[in-house]
């Protein structure tokens, strides 16, 4: 495998950040030969100025605005995060969320949770059944979480459209984990593959299953990702062999993953089917808010837990939304979800040529910025 120089020079600014913080690179499916390379030429001090300056001018050189904006985005992201390392700050959140993911990402207010509820309510009116009756009657067998989840890909992969099918090469497994933060995951590995990993200590609906089908499958990260992997292999283009974990680039692929589901209308049309998705989006809301309450408003996960007690959701999903929106190392990305779907729904809603935006987001490099300026413009 080969990758430009500026593309090796980003990725060896990230890994010197991934060093002094570990885990703000969250995959890298470099070829190994290359990976063990970058990583040699890692310093174990630098001058930021310059490392700074260098970087920009790469990127500066380059012909393609495109990609020169992608990346002066990305660049700013890192450097920011090193930044706060190496001065031993933490800004406020307003700020953390504009450098790190190249926008505002927005709190959930009470009319969100309100407008969200009162869907539900009105749902369980129609089933005359509430929403705990609809979540235990949906529940799916632990002993059968990736046999479920499997169906459910194969399911949501018919529903990719022509233009956003994948290559002959790209392929996937299924496993299962435990006692982390986040309900699943997607490990892309290598070029075209990816690892979808589902935590089997949280009680997912058949429903829910579906929707991460979607999400880390098809239409969400696994096909974003594979798609392109496309300009890794072909054009030399490192940067999307990486995720950083806290970048323009992740609000992005949130964005898709979260509103796959909807686009591609892989949602069955049934009462039951909308309820539990619009208790998933409170969900997000919820975990949005409490992000902001222990990040924004410094309360501790106690502090937390009482703000919230009063919303109709079940202890147990709680109790996972507090848990991953106060998590020292994932908590300040919890908040992204809720607001990444409507970030990407309203954009799709108000964009007249839909498959040039799909194909656009899906093939190449894009900031939230960049997609703002030219499709609302």
Avoid at 67 to 85: D, M, N, P
Avoid at 237 to 257: L, Y
Avoid at 270 to 283: D, Q, S, V
Avoid at 287 to 311: C, P, S, W
Wanted: hydrophobic share 40%; with cysteine; net charge negative.
């Amino acid at each position: 495998m080969r990758i430009d120089k500026v593309s090796r020079k980003l990725i060896s600014v990230a890994l010197y950040l991934d060093s002094i913080d570990p885990g703000a690179v969250s995959e890298l499916w470099i070829s190994p030969a290359l990976k063990k390379e970058l990583k040699a030429d890692v310093p174990k001090e630098i001058d930021l100025d310059k490392l700074s300056f260098e970087l920009n001018s790469e990127i500066t050189l380059l012909l393609d605005k495109e990609r020169k904006a992608y990346l002066s985005a990305v660049a700013k992201s890192i450097i920011f995060q090193i930044t706060e390392v190496l001065e031993n700050r933490q800004s406020s959140f307003a700020d953390f969320n504009k450098h790190c993911f190249g926008i505002m990402v927005r709190r959930a207010s009470d009319v969100d949770i309100k407008r969200l509820d009162d869907r539900i309510i009105d749902l369980e009116n129609r089933l005359r059944m509430t929403r705990y009756e609809v979540i235990e009657k949906n529940l799916a067998d632990r002993r059968s979480l990736t046999r479920i989840f499997s169906d459910n890909l194969a399911t949501a992969s018919e529903k990719l459209p022509p233009f956003l099918q994948l290559p002959d090469e790209a392929k996937f497994s299924v496993s299962t984990t435990s006692r982390k933060p986040w309900s699943a995951f997607n490990k892309h590995t290598a070029p075209f593959t990816s690892e979808l990993i589902l935590n089997k200590d949280v009680s997912f609906t058949n429903l829910d299953l579906l929707q991460l089908a979607a999400h880390e499958g098809f239409g969400g990260h696994h096909t974003e990702l594979s798609l392109k992997d496309n300009l890794l292999m072909r054009e030399e283009r490192g940067e999307h062999g990486i995720v950083i974990t806290f970048s323009p680039q992740t609000f992005i692929s949130e964005a898709i993953a979260e509103s796959a589901y909807q686009i591609f209308e892989v949602n069955p049309a049934t009462r039951e089917a909308m309820l539990l998705w619009y208790y998933n989006r409170l969900l997000m809301a919820v975990q949005n808010i409490a992000t902001y309450l222990h990040f924004d408003d410094g309360r501790d996960k106690k502090e937390v837990r009482t703000e919230l007690e009063g919303m109709d959701i079940r202890e147990e999903d709680l109790d996972q939304a507090i848990g991953f929106a106060t998590d020292k190392r994932y908590g300040r990305y919890a908040h992204v979800y809720f607001a990444a779907f409507n970030f990407m729904t309203d954009l799709y809603r108000k964009t007249e040529d839909k498959e040039a935006l799909l194909r656009r987001v899906y093939t190449r490099p894009v900031t939230p910025n960049m997609l703002l300026s030219s499709h609302l413009a």
